[in-house]
């Protein structure tokens, strides 16, 4: 048994309840709407310009939204940079918190972007890179899903290995062993790209200058962004287990969850 399968456990129960319905309604809601914009353009449904390029939920679906996917980040540099142990079981739902949340963020900035066919020229044009802020994000985001899907594909290679085809068991086996041999390189990567790209979405509110309240305006915005992550990590971190346990009917972590508030009232 691997440390993953002692840790973790099916939940069970139905899918379609109740709550779940009533926001699947909301997403397809917003799965219309996203249609009708890629049918009649971004104008169709948002007052842009070549003034106003981006719209006020820029703030809310990338800037916002990556922040609060930063459980993963925030329990990962607790457990395996400060080797804090006992959060230890808070780094999967973490890490699935984290790929929802950067998920929709890459979703949303296909939405928002007004020629979003030309958006696979950004990892494939290297020679056209340049120093912005904005490619950096885009670069390190995009990595960044791609090694939280990796991170939590072990879930997926357990299910496989309780599969009847003695094929799906070997191949779920090999991954894993696969998985447990290069983890230290996926577990580097998954702590340096989050470290670049949030401090440089503080770096892209430098970029308007003046237009930026000076209440607000400062050379440390970098490094205010990382260390806001971390505190919104921890804190979602907090409300999802929360959350989970009450619907689920899972036990509470009371104790491990005031601790890693503690963590981020010092933070």
């Not at 971004?42 to 922040?67: E, F, M, R």
């Not at 609060?68 to 999967?92: F, S």
């Not at 305006?217 to 505190?231: A, E, K, R, S």
Request: charged content about 10%; glycine content about 10%.
């Amino acid at each position: 048994m691997s440390h993953h399968e002692a840790l973790h456990t099916p939940v069970g129960g139905r899918l379609m309840t109740g709550p779940f319905k009533v926001l699947l309604a909301i997403a397809g809601l917003g799965a219309i709407v996203a249609a009708y914009r890629f049918v009649n353009g971004i104008g169709s449904v948002a007052n842009l310009s070549n003034g106003y390029p981006w719209g006020v939920w820029i703030a809310i679906d990338v800037v916002v939204g990556t922040a609060i996917g930063c459980g993963g980040y925030a329990v990962g540099l607790l457990v395996y940079i400060l080797n804090k142990g006992k959060y230890h079981p808070l780094v999967r739902p973490a890490v699935l918190t984290s790929l929802l949340g950067y998920g929709l963020a890459v979703i949303a900035v296909v939405i928002d972007l007004g020629r979003f066919w030309g958006l696979w020229k950004v990892p494939v044009y290297v020679w056209r890179w340049s120093h912005s802020p904005q490619l950096e994000v885009a670069l390190c985001v995009a990595a960044y899903t791609l090694v939280l899907l990796i991170e939590m594909s072990p879930a997926w290679f357990e299910k496989l290995r309780m599969g009847a085809a003695s094929g799906t068991k070997r191949f779920a086996e090999s991954a894993l062993r696969l998985l447990e041999k290069h983890f230290f390189w996926i577990l580097a990567l998954g702590l340096l790209l989050p470290t670049m790209h949030q401090s440089s979405l503080g770096t892209m509110m430098l970029l308007p200058g003046p237009k930026v309240h000076p209440l607000w305006f400062t050379p440390w915005l970098p490094l205010l962004f990382l260390v806001n992550c971390i505190i919104m990590g921890l804190a979602v971190v907090t409300l999802e287990s929360t959350f989970s346990s009450a619907s689920f009917g899972r036990p509470r972590e009371t104790r491990m969850l005031a601790s890693l508030l503690h963590v981020a009232a010092w933070v």
